[in-house]
């Protein structure tokens, strides 16, 4: 096997493997939460600091 027949059945690999992915995507949809909140107007805020795990109260 030279190095050009390597190359091509790589990235006929590679553009199989991203093609399979996107008909998924495509297939599946977006990932929405139940959750999900508006963001809050620029600038506004309640003297907290929120992150994942635990809020943080300013003083």
């Known amino acids: ?5 390597k190359i091509a059945a790589f990235a006929a690999a590679l553009a ?6 996107y008909g998924v995507g495509k297939a599946v949809g ?4 139940t959750e999900e909140r508006p963001a ?3 600038g ?3 003297g907290k600091v929120r992150t994942a795990a635990f ?3 300013a003083h």
Not at 1 to 5: A, S
Not at 30 to 33: I, K, M, Q, S
């Open 16 to 21: 199989a493997t991203f093609g399979t992915a």
């Open 44 to 46: 506004a805020h309640d």
């Open 55 to 57: 809020t943080v109260h």
């Open 1 to 5: 096997m030279n190095t050009g027949v």
């Open 40 to 42: 809050a107007p620029h």
């Open 30 to 33: 977006p990932v929405v939460t």
